[in-house]
């Protein structure tokens, strides 16, 4: 039932009135979540503690606004019309893609969870036909299905992430992986590096990746820009990645992430407890009290 609202919703509105839709359904659900409301903010506090209380919580309602609008332009990625989304959007950078795939081997595009994941999707895909898609499937059948339906039609090919077979069979085929390493997924195959000045588990997955397929890795940054268009930037490839020294590698993945994090704050997905895992076995996790 909420597909089929949404997919009613892209067809009966014109795209900027959905998104502010979206942006104050955002608003009202950081008020009816007070748990999710309460994530967001233990981790505003982590890692922007030079803000005052006040500038965090604005941080933390327009951050919902995010959120509520990039469900809305994920319906929009999904049932809109692609003439009118090529005129909100624009890709930049190609050209750093066109030389790493010049080199005869996969490339890693590596991205974070921020609002705009969706829309920078669709880009993506209608610029790069050879994409696959590395994501974590959601518990829930119905939606698995549905969402699983949309993102091949939109996006190409998707691998799970546990698939690491895989994942590793695109890089040598020299395809293209979309890859999102920044969540908290314990201790396992993960090193502590700093993150917005936090010690963060952090997958070390990319280097490993790189290492064995001798892939180049690609920051890619997805804004959604205050005249409500989006702009997706493929940057150059990581110099020495991997180095390796699994650390130093996941330090210099975060880094990129936190530059991007600070160019829209509001954007990036702070619902996640990102630092639920501490280096130390015996320190408690800043949720534990929500």
Known sequence: MGFGLLRGLVFLLPMRWLCGFGAGLGRLAGRLLPSRLAIVRVNLRLCFP??????????????FAAVGRGAMEAAEAWWGSDAELA?????????HLDAARA???GVILL????TTLEMCGWVLSRH?????VVYKPTHNTVVERLMSRMRRANLGGLIASSDFRGIVRALRAQRILWYVPDQDFGRRRTVFAPFMGVPAATLNMTSRLAERT???VLPVQSLRLPDGTWEVRIEP???DFPSGDDVADATKVNAVIERHVRAAPEQYFWVHRRFKTRPDPAEPSPYQAL
Not at 87 to 95: C, H, I, K, N, S
């Open 128 to 132: 790069i036909p050879d994409l696959d």
């Open 87 to 95: 005129r909100q959007t624009r890709l930049e950078g190609l050209a």
């Open 214 to 216: 001798g892939a180049a």
């Open 237 to 239: 490839a990581l110099s």
């Open 103 to 105: 080199k005869g081997k």
């Open 50 to 63: 030079e803000l005052s209380d006040s500038e965090r919580e604005a941080l933390a309602q327009a951050h």
């Open 111 to 114: 991205l974070a969870h921020f």
